[in-house]
Each structure stands twice: as structure tokens, then as C-alpha cells.
């Protein structure tokens, strides 16, 4: 089990930047680490995700849009997201699964993943 917190949340306008942080307890150059949105009345969606290979993952809605990344060395996950819209607006979560790794089709449920953080708030106005 790993320890996540997310940080970097907040309200921007339309066409704005944010970048979120996930700093982990542990190392997690084993784990898979995702990024995940959940709005009112809404189901928790896979935004991105990326492996210990450095395979990745994005929901066709950000695409071109958001980059994941990591620092193995700072235990941080990342989520720069530009071009914010207003349908970005969620509770942003980070997520982590030991030894899992991507492959191409495979779109990450929240089932998927053992351990969260608490959740970041991105909130984009029009």
C-alpha cells in the first residue's frame, strides 16, 4: 500500500493551465499511476495513465490536451492539463496499482487500482 496526495487544484478560466501533483510515500517505480475525474452525478472516469514502462493511457476527451508524467526520484505523478474547458471541472484523483502495466486498448477502471488520495478540485469556467 501506497500513500497518495494529490495537490495543484483550483478554479481557472476556459483556455487556462493547471498542473496537479501526486506525491506518493513510497518509491513507485513498480506501480501503474493513473489520474481520475469524478463530477456530480457522474461515474469516476480514467483520465491518463502511465506504467513502469512509461506506456500511457488518455481518455479521448483529453487527448492533445493533458500530458502525464512522473519523477521517480520525487515519488510525484503529474497531470499538466492546458486548454482547460469547462467539462474538465471534477474532483481529480490520484490512483496507484503495484506491477500493473498498460496495453494498447485498455481503458483504466477505478476497480482496477488499490490505493487513492483524496482528490483535488479542478473547477474551469466559461
Known amino acids: 500500500q501506497v500513500q497518495l496526495v494529490e495537490s495543484g487544484g483550483g478554479s481557472v478560466q476556459a483556455g487556462g493551465s493547471l498542473r496537479l501533483s501526486c506525491v506518493a510515500s513510497?518509491?513507485?517505480?513498480?506501480?501503474?499511476m493513473g489520474w481520475f475525474r469524478q463530477a456530480p452525478g457522474k461515474e469516476r472516469e480514467g483520465v491518463a495513465a502511465?506504467?513502469?514502462?512509461?506506456?500511457?493511457f488518455y481518455a479521448d476527451s483529453v487527448k492533445g490536451r493533458f500530458t502525464i508524467s512522473e519523477d521517480n526520484a520525487k515519488n510525484t505523478l503529474y497531470l499538466q492539463m492546458s486548454n482547460l474547458k469547462p467539462e474538465d471541472t471534477a474532483m481529480y484523483y490520484c490512483?496507484?496499482?503495484?506491477?500493473?502495466?498498460?496495453?494498447?486498448?485498455?481503458?483504466?477502471?477505478?476497480?482496477?487500482?488499490?490505493?487513492w488520495g483524496q482528490g483535488t478540485q479542478v473547477t474551469v469556467s466559461s
Open positions: 502511465i506504467d513502469s514502462d512509461d506506456t500511457t
Open positions: 513510497a518509491p513507485i517505480k513498480r506501480y501503474c
Open positions: 490512483a496507484a496499482e503495484v506491477d500493473m502495466r498498460l496495453w494498447d486498448g485498455y481503458v483504466p477502471r477505478r476497480r482496477d487500482f488499490g490505493d
